[in-house]
């Protein structure tokens, strides 16, 4: 049984940082790729990045591109978010997951079916 659990959410100022942290328990990185979704109130969940197979491509989406990094720590099995130069819109529940990948995953990643497996999510609130 794969288990998610999130950390390092928080309420930071504009253009501040934050980390967050993602241990997956009874998960194998070989076969499967991680991403960190969000969600703000009232609105779809998106996809904001993700790491292809523990380690190797990771995609992001234009809207935290070359300010938000994914990351992922084999050895612990650990996602991590690193997030920049944080604004306002960034508010958010943001969620881990986790799901089988091939190939086509550049153009999978951000679709919620794909992950079979979610953290509960951490709240990420940021003030101007």
């Known amino acids: 049984q794969v288990q998610l659990v999130e950390s390092g959410g928080g309420s930071v100022q504009a253009g501040g940082s934050l980390r967050l942290s993602c241990v997956a328990s009874g998960y194998t990185s070989s076969r499967n790729c991680m991403s960190w979704f969000r969600q703000a109130p009232g609105k779809e969940r998106e996809g904001i990045g993700s790491v292809y197979r523990g380690g190797g491509t990771s995609y992001y989406a234009d809207s935290v591109k070359g300010r938000f990094t994914v990351s992922q720590d084999n050895g612990k099995n650990t996602l991590f978010l690193q997030m920049n130069s944080l604004k306002p819109e960034d508010t958010a529940t943001y969620y881990c997951?986790?799901?089988?990948?091939?190939?086509?995953?550049?153009?999978?990643?951000?679709?919620?079916?794909?992950?079979?497996?979610w953290g509960q999510g951490t709240q990420v609130t940021v003030s101007s």
């Open positions: 997951a986790a799901g089988p990948c091939g190939w086509s995953w550049f153009s999978e990643w951000n679709n919620t079916d794909e992950h079979n497996f």
